[in-house]
């Protein structure tokens, strides 16, 4: 990837451009509502329609009953190609995109979702925050949120939200607080999770923030009683969960299941930021309160 700064977000319009005019690219309509809860302000996705994501995923499960890959990202389609990230990963335009210019961080040779991630994991995605101001995460496992098992980071541009706080979680962290064990609890996340501040000038050296980044993760594994990764070799995950990297934090909430009724959560969720499909689930998240939802989908204190 060129060392040039912004070359990446260049390299994401003019991509999306041009995916976007072939057809490539299929951004996936919405509409949107608010709901206030514990504190936060949840924005929520009404997708129009995932009528062609379906067929796609179906089409994947055809191939795969008969014996062909159904790996989107080996190959990726070259007209969502970005850009060479590092050696190992890959820069690729989401192809059924809700949030616009959303972008996937992927291996380029097949690594498994249900390992923990690597140092070169890291690596690949402060390169790509360091360009431009946006959220990373990581669904680690189907139970998680992940849609496919090949390994890949994922990257949205901020602010998630066209109204209030960047990443709309961010009120409660302000008030987030040292317990008795030394752990920081984020108010009203009545599950297991674990959160850890970064240095706010990170950011401006992806490699310290790759290297620093790595270590609190393995250390919020330990916190929440997760198996952390050998010093050599893929470690498979002992539990599924979700990892938000946020320029000046980061969160990791084990997962106890993907749906919430037939909702999918995957990390935007905790971010405060969720997606269903049509009015119905929409009402349910609003009849139960979403942070009973994300409690229903978690470990119990």
Partial sequence: MSNRKGALWKNLVRTTERALRSGALVPVPTDFSFIEDGGMRFFVRILASLSRKDAAKEEQNTAAKKGKSPNPFFPPE??????DISDTHLAILNKFNVVKHHLLIVTKHYEDQDTLLALNDFEALWFCMAEYKSLGFYNGGKDAGASQQHRHLQLVPLPLSPQGPAIPVEPLILNARRNSDSLIKIPGFEFLHSFMPLHKKLINSPYDAARESFDIYKAMLAQVGMKGPEKAG?????MPYNLLVA???????PRSRE????????????AGSLFV??????????????????KSVTIPL
């Fill in 259 to 270: 749906f919430f009724e037939d909702v999918s959560f995957n990390s935007l969720a905790f």
């Fill in 78 to 83: 070259k007209e969502l190609v970005v850009s």
């Fill in 277 to 294: 499909r049509n009015e119905k689930q929409l009402k349910q998240i609003k009849f139960s309160r979403p942070m009973n939802a994300l």
């Fill in 247 to 253: 320029p000046e934090w980061m969160l990791l909430v």
């Fill in 234 to 238: 893929l470690t498979l995950q002992s």
